[in-house]
């Protein structure tokens, strides 16, 4: 009973922006670290960017200094911030989570939650 969604892909030309959206529903204690992957055509997964609880974060040398990962608590929504895309950027970009969420027996328990992915596509 416990969700993520990811939000906000889309095609964007060379060099824009774009943001995409992580959130969290259901039964839902807290949310620990939060991380954003992606998968390019023919490729394997990719770790992007991470958040912790307390907002330490880390990145990709591949984007590092072009994506920024955030969080709002409040919302159980977790974000990245994607600037100056190039084309190799293009992949589904997978939101993941580790949250402590109510079990199928009503107990509290540790979980790694995974969205359905949203496509980034951009255009040289």
């Known amino acids: 009973q416990v969700h993520l969604v990811e939000s906000g892909g889309g095609l964007v030309q060379a060099g824009g922006p774009l943001r995409l959206s992580c959130a969290a529903s259901g039964s839902i204690i807290s949310i620990d670290a939060m991380g954003w992957y992606r998968q390019a055509p023919g490729k394997r997964r990719e770790l992007v960017a991470t958040?912790?609880?307390?907002?330490?974060?880390t990145y990709a040398d591949s984007v590092k200094g072009r994506f920024t990962i955030s969080r709002d608590n409040a919302k159980n929504t977790g974000y990245l911030e994607m600037n100056s895309l190039k084309p190799e950027d293009t992949a589904v970009y997978y939101c993941?989570?580790?949250?402590?969420?109510?079990?199928?027996?009503?107990?509290?328990?540790?979980?790694?939650?995974w969205g359905q992915g949203t496509q980034v596509t951009v255009s040289a």
């Open positions: 993941n989570a580790d949250v402590v969420a109510v079990d199928y027996y009503g107990e509290d328990v540790p979980a790694s939650l």
């Open positions: 958040i912790t609880s307390g907002g330490s974060t």
